[in-house]
C-alpha cells in the first residue's frame, strides 16, 4: 500500500507559478506510476500529469491544457513527485489530488484498478 501526502497548493493570481510536492511512502519510490489529478467544481477528475520511471527511460505524459505550463518531476532520494504550475490560468482551478498506482496508455493517464490518492491540495488561480 503506498501512502501520498500533498503540499503547496494556494492562492495566485493569473500568470503566477506554484509548486505542488507528493512525498510517498510504502514500496519503492519508482516502482510505480504517479501522477496528479485535478477536479474543479462541477467537473469530473481529470489526469494532468503523470510520471513513470524505468530503466529503459522515463515517460511523462501531460493533458494538453497544460503543455508548455506544467513540469512534473520526481526526487527519488526524498520520495516526492513535484507539480511545477507556471502560467496558471483561472481554468487551473480545482483541487489538485497525487495519486499513485497510476496507468499510462498510448494517449493518456488513467487511475484504473488499485490507485492510492492523496487528500488533495487546493490550486485557486484569480484573474
Known amino acids: 500500500q503506498v501512502q501520498v501526502v500533498e503540499s503547496g497548493g494556494g492562492l495566485v493570481q493569473a500568470g503566477g507559478s506554484l509548486r505542488l510536492s507528493c512525498t510517498a511512502s510504502?514500496?519503492?519510490?519508482?516502482?510505480?506510476?504517479m501522477g496528479w489529478f485535478r477536479q474543479a467544481p462541477g467537473k469530473e477528475r481529470e489526469g494532468v500529469s503523470c510520471?513513470?520511471?524505468?530503466?529503459?527511460?522515463?515517460?511523462?505524459y501531460y493533458a494538453d491544457s497544460v503543455k508548455g505550463r506544467f513540469t512534473i518531476s520526481t526526487d527519488n532520494a526524498k520520495n516526492t513527485l513535484y507539480l511545477q504550475m507556471n502560467s496558471l490560468k483561472p481554468a487551473d482551478t480545482g483541487m489538485y489530488y497525487c495519486?499513485?498506482?497510476?496507468?499510462?496508455?498510448?494517449?493518456?493517464?488513467?487511475?484504473?484498478?488499485?490507485?492510492?490518492w492523496g487528500q488533495g491540495t487546493q490550486v485557486t488561480v484569480s484573474s
Open positions: 495519486a499513485a498506482g497510476l496507468t499510462l496508455t498510448a494517449t493518456s493517464c488513467v487511475a484504473r484498478g488499485n490507485v492510492y
Open positions: 510520471f513513470s520511471e524505468s530503466v529503459s527511460g522515463n515517460t511523462t
Open positions: 510504502g514500496p519503492p519510490f519508482g516502482s510505480y506510476i
